[in-house]
């Protein structure tokens, strides 16, 4: 298969299966609102070097969230998008330029312990959800996503906080982690990570997005919110979990 061997340095047949992936995690995502990145970057994590793992995964994701915003952009929630934006760009500086790194599994189960708070907790205080709040939330999960690749549940879970209806969700979360995975761009290049090597993989794979996106919206739209709702919660509650076993894991090794 020269054509897909020409796509990466990965092995043709690899690059085939990754493709197929993309379709099946943008339409997750789409559908249930979180998880997709998630379940790409552990799968990419079986394949691909340690270095191209975190952006090549966050272009893929910038262009599969880029799809979903243009299917959805009448349900964006502007407020909370223009509130996340300035600790978008904070949290990038932060990451670009941070050397401190947290012991490994501490970072996970934190995220872990935030998202079943929120799912499960007494919910987060009016102040918490307002401007400072998403501003805060915007600065700490791109930092961790540059760090550890998907902080997807996170913002997923504050998102559920301030949103209602099931398209206003999965838009505003959209637009939010375009903003997010875009400053990877920023962040990797400094770092030096060129992205050529990659480009033919991440655009075919971000062409699959687009169709698994628009699979999943047809799905989403034929939930009612009570049931969208319900597998939401259920979906983030079993990422929530995998981080708790994972950091786990790594506090014991």
Same mark, same amino acid.
């Given at each position: 298969? &020269?054509?897909?061997?020409?796509?990466?340095?990965?092995?043709?047949?690899?690059?085939?299966? @990754?493709?197929?992936?993309?379709? #099946?995690?943008?339409?997750?995502?789409?559908?249930?609102?979180?998880?997709?990145?998630? #379940?790409? !970057?552990?799968?990419?994590?079986?394949? /691909?070097?340690?270095?191209?793992? !975190?952006?090549?995964?966050? /272009?893929?994701?910038?262009?599969?969230?880029?799809?979903?915003? +243009?299917?959805? =952009?009448?349900?964006?929630?502007?407020?909370?998008? @223009?509130?996340?934006?300035?600790?978008?760009?904070?949290?990038?500086?932060?990451?670009?330029?941070?050397?401190?790194?947290?012991?490994?599994?501490?970072?996970?189960?934190?995220?872990?312990?935030? *998202?079943?708070?929120?799912? =499960?907790? &007494?919910?987060? &205080? $009016?102040?918490?959800?307002?401007? @400072?709040?998403?501003?805060?939330?915007?600065?700490?999960?791109?930092?961790?996503?540059?760090?550890?690749?998907?902080?997807?549940?996170?913002?997923?879970?504050? !998102? $559920? %906080?301030? %949103?209602?209806?099931?398209?206003? $969700?999965?838009?505003?979360?959209?637009?939010?982690?375009?903003? %997010?995975? @875009?400053? $990877? +761009?920023?962040?990797?290049?400094?770092?030096?990570?060129?992205?050529?090597?990659?480009?033919?993989?991440?655009?075919? /794979? *971000?062409?699959?997005?687009?169709?698994?996106?628009?699979?999943?919206?047809?799905?989403?739209?034929?939930?009612?919110?009570?049931?969208?709702?319900?597998?939401?919660?259920?979906?983030?509650?079993?990422?929530?979990?995998?981080? *708790? =076993?994972?950091?786990?894991?790594?506090?014991?090794?």
């Amino acid at each position: 298969m &020269p054509l897909l061997d020409a796509l990466s340095p990965l092995d043709g047949g690899l690059d085939l299966l @990754l493709i197929l992936l993309s379709v #099946l995690t943008s339409a997750f995502t789409a559908a249930f609102g979180v998880g997709g990145g998630v #379940l790409m !970057i552990m799968a990419l994590a079986q394949v /691909m070097p340690a270095t191209a793992l !975190i952006p090549v995964h966050g /272009m893929v994701q910038l262009g599969s969230n880029v799809g979903r915003v +243009a299917m959805t =952009w009448r349900h964006v929630d502007r407020v909370t998008l @223009l509130a996340f934006l300035p600790g978008v760009a904070l949290g990038a500086l932060a990451a670009a330029w941070l050397l401190l790194r947290l012991p490994a599994g501490v970072l996970e189960l934190c995220i872990a312990g935030f *998202v079943l708070f929120t799912l =499960w907790g &007494p919910g987060l &205080p $009016k102040r918490a959800l307002g401007r @400072l709040g998403t501003l805060l939330l915007g600065a700490v999960t791109t930092l961790l996503s540059s760090l550890v690749g998907a902080s997807g549940p996170m913002v997923a879970a504050f !998102i $559920k %906080q301030r %949103q209602s209806g099931r398209l206003a $969700k999965v838009a505003t979360f959209s637009a939010c982690m375009v903003a %997010q995975h @875009l400053t $990877k +761009a920023f962040v990797f290049g400094v770092a030096g990570f060129v992205f050529h090597d990659w480009l033919g993989l991440i655009l075919a /794979m *971000v062409a699959a997005g687009f169709l698994g996106t628009w699979l999943g919206l047809r799905l989403l739209r034929r939930l009612s919110d009570r049931h969208f709702d319900g597998l939401f919660r259920a979906v983030l509650t079993l990422l929530a979990l995998r981080l *708790v =076993w994972l950091g786990l894991q790594r506090l014991a090794g």
